[in-house]
């Protein structure tokens, strides 16, 4: 196997940020992903938001599930705070880890797989409870890293790669972010860098629990005509899995369009993906009208992109729970042992 690694030296003429860090400082390693994936433009989208917005790259936390979505923390910010957690429970570990230190920033990086099926339940928890982070799905309707089955964001009636029909209901995370109380929702194109990284920007500045459901190309396995999901063609040769399986490298997809238009975006096999870029009017304070439009639009067949709902007074879970400001690995033992007096007063307080 033939390693390649990224070069240490940079170039002393290349521009630095206010904390002294040039663009290259918050890459990762070199992808593995497919050639053309959706998911590295979205890990190049969060290089240049944390670059932009001066942070100390080790002040980041990154979490992470699996799937190929959660491959790619390790693609960006590699001066960071890392953690792969097992399958869909990514929220709960960035959850804790939150309250043990709420100094860090928390970006949370999870797959449709990861996050709409077997953590369900811990991306609804995370959300309602408003823990302060920064949560990224990337979003391509498959299970890439096992042959491309439906996963449960896939919408009702498209095809799989061996032409089976999807019968079941879509679940769509921006509806359901709404609904349990994310404080800033939104939803973008891995190919519309103009949109996306501003909506990172936002999100990681955000006081509260943040969630950006980004639509992102799988050129591999989601090749079904009239999905809004993104992917590459049919090819027409034995899959068995015993076989040696090669991936043609496709040109990343981008789309660049007005606010309040739609645009038809073409994937690599023909079909179209049709995107509507919220005005520069729409309310995103009314979070009730949020949902209406959503619902709206994709009566239309149209998704809509923007930043869908901000609530400009957030809280997040240390406020509700009223927890200490430091940080659990900066308390001394005056604070982790107080001495009889207060134990008792405590459990005086629960009887």
């Given at each position: 196997?033939?390693?390649?690694?990224?070069?240490?030296?940079?170039?002393?003429?290349?521009?630095?940020?206010?904390?002294?860090?040039?663009?290259?400082?918050?890459?990762?390693?070199?992808?593995?992903?497919?050639?053309?994936?959706?998911?590295?433009?979205?890990?190049?989208?969060?290089?240049?938001?944390?670059?932009e917005l001066d942070i100390?790259?080790?002040?980041?936390?990154?979490?992470?599930?699996?799937?190929?979505?959660?491959?790619?923390?390790?693609?960006?910010?590699?001066?960071?705070?890392?953690?792969?957690?097992?399958?869909?429970?990514?929220?709960?570990?960035?959850?804790?880890?939150?309250?043990?230190?709420?100094?860090?920033?928390?970006?949370?990086?999870?797959?449709?797989?990861?996050?709409?099926?077997?953590?369900?339940?811990?991306?609804?928890?995370c959300v309602r409870r408003?823990?302060?982070?920064?949560?990224?799905?990337?979003?391509?309707?498959?299970?890439?890293?096992?042959?491309?089955?439906?996963?449960?964001?896939?919408?009702?009636?498209?095809?799989?790669?061996?032409?089976?029909?999807?019968?079941?209901?879509?679940?769509?995370?921006?509806?359901?972010?709404?609904?349990?109380?994310?404080?800033?929702?939104g939803r973008s194109f891995?190919?519309?860098?103009?949109?996306?990284?501003?909506?990172?920007?936002?999100?990681?500045?955000?006081?509260?629990?943040?969630?950006?459901?980004?639509?992102?190309?799988?050129?591999?396995?989601?090749?079904?005509?009239?999905?809004?999901?993104?992917?590459?063609?049919?090819?027409?040769?034995?899959?068995?899995?015993?076989?040696?399986?090669?991936?043609?490298?496709?040109?990343?997809?981008?789309?660049?369009?007005?606010?309040?238009?739609?645009?038809?975006?073409?994937?690599?096999?023909?079909?179209?993906?049709?995107?509507?870029?919220?005005?520069?009017?729409?309310?995103?304070?009314?979070?009730?009208?949020?949902?209406?439009?959503?619902?709206?639009?994709?009566?239309?067949?149209?998704?809509?992109?923007?930043?869908?709902?901000?609530?400009?007074?957030?809280?997040?879970?240390?406020?509700?729970?009223?927890?200490?400001?430091?940080?659990?690995?900066?308390?001394?033992?005056?604070?982790?042992?107080?001495?009889?007096?207060?134990?008792?007063?405590?459990?005086?307080?629960?009887?």
């Amino acid at each position: 196997m033939t390693y390649i690694a990224k070069p240490k030296l940079h170039h002393p003429t290349l521009t630095k940020n206010l904390a002294g860090y040039t663009r290259r400082d918050y890459e990762g390693k070199i992808s593995t992903l497919c050639a053309g994936c959706g998911h590295d433009s979205i890990s190049a989208a969060i290089i240049q938001a944390c670059w932009e917005l001066d942070i100390e790259p080790h002040r980041v936390a990154k979490l992470s599930g699996i799937g190929c979505s959660s491959k790619t923390p390790d693609y960006f910010l590699g001066a960071s705070h890392g953690f792969n957690s097992v399958h869909g429970r990514m929220p709960s570990v960035l959850t804790g880890a939150n309250l043990a230190n709420r100094e860090l920033v928390y970006l949370g990086v999870s797959g449709d797989g990861d996050s709409a099926s077997i953590g369900f339940g811990q991306f609804a928890h995370c959300v309602r409870r408003g823990v302060n982070m920064c949560y990224i799905v990337e979003n391509n309707g498959v299970y890439g890293l096992t042959k491309g089955q439906f996963s449960a964001t896939a919408d009702k009636g498209s095809k799989s790669k061996r032409g089976v029909v999807n019968s079941d209901s879509a679940i769509d995370l921006v509806g359901i972010a709404l609904q349990l109380g994310a404080t800033y929702v939104g939803r973008s194109f891995s190919g519309d860098k103009d949109q996306l990284v501003p909506l990172i920007k936002g999100a990681i500045a955000h006081q509260g629990a943040a969630f950006i459901d980004v639509i992102s190309p799988c050129i591999a396995f989601n090749n079904h005509a009239g999905s809004t999901k993104s992917f590459d063609y049919v090819r027409e040769h034995n899959d068995a899995v015993n076989r040696i399986d090669f991936i043609t490298p496709r040109d990343a997809i981008v789309a660049d369009y007005a606010p309040g238009s739609v645009t038809e975006v073409v994937q690599h096999d023909g079909s179209v993906i049709r995107l509507r870029k919220l005005h520069e009017e729409y309310d995103s304070s009314d979070r009730v009208g949020a949902m209406n439009y959503l619902l709206q639009h994709q009566a239309k067949g149209e998704v809509v992109t923007g930043l869908l709902y901000v609530d400009p007074n957030p809280e997040d879970l240390h406020a509700h729970l009223n927890t200490w400001a430091k940080p659990l690995n900066k308390l001394g033992s005056r604070e982790l042992s107080p001495g009889r007096t207060v134990l008792d007063k405590l459990n005086a307080s629960l009887r």
